[in-house]
């Protein structure tokens, strides 16, 4: 069942079906920047997992061939300062922080399947999972906030403590090191690193 299904209306960036008890919800907006139809989006379809009873895990893939997620869509919040809609603004990131909870605390396992890069909010995103699977032949995980001048939130920090162990956590922080996929696996960061033709249905044969 795709969430278009479930909620009688086609998905704009975030689709989901199931395979057996698995819900893999796919990414399918460019390179999956976080703005406000991205969040509404996501969120609708992880209420309609949740709600069915059949399923007992969630994989979240992405459609780019190159990023699993590129963080917050800057381009898009610039608009909003433009604007002068500082409600707006509030609003967005509080439904940012709604579905990193959401997901920190959802009621069944999940497992990102990162495909590419992900980096910035899309990290921190990541860091939310139960569990981590990448790809191994291309992409890289990394926090640009060290280039552009964005400063970590404590909050940010503890999300990322939830997957990344200290001492490489500080690296990609304050240097902005980027690790690849298998160097994730090294880390404890990723349960496996493979070939991007396996790596979805390793995903979702282990949430299964």
């Not at 381009?75 to 603004?89: I, K, P, R, S, T």
């Not at 399947?113 to 032949?137: K, L, T, Y």
């Not at 992409?139 to 001492?167: K, L, Q, S, Y």
Request: net charge negative.
């Amino acid at each position: 069942m795709a969430n278009k299904e479930a909620t009688g209306s086609a998905p704009q960036k975030v689709t989901w079906e199931k395979q057996g008890t698995v819900a893999v919800v796919t990414m399918i907006y460019e390179d999956n920047r976080i703005n406000r139809i991205f969040l509404e989006e996501f969120l609708d379809a992880l209420d309609a997992i949740e709600a069915d009873e059949t399923i007992t895990s969630l994989v979240v893939d992405t459609a780019n061939e190159k990023i699993w997620s590129n963080g917050i869509d800057v381009e898009w919040v610039f608009g909003l300062l433009g604007a002068n809609d500082h409600q707006g603004l509030k609003d967005f990131f509080t439904m940012l922080n709604v579905l990193l909870k959401r997901i920190l605390t959802y009621p069944m396992p999940t497992v990102a399947c990162i495909g590419g890069h992900v980096c910035a909010g899309g990290g921190i995103m990541a860091c939310c999972f139960d569990f981590r699977f990448m790809r191994s032949d291309r992409g890289f995980f990394f926090f640009n906030e060290v280039d552009t001048g964005i400063p970590f939130w404590p909050g940010m920090v503890a999300i990322c403590r939830h997957a990344i162990p200290e001492f490489v956590l500080t690296r990609m922080m304050l240097l902005g090191s980027r690790l690849s996929g298998p160097e994730c696996e090294q880390y404890g960061i990723a349960m496996k690193a493979l070939p991007k033709e396996e790596l979805l249905p390793a995903a979702v044969a282990f949430a299964a």
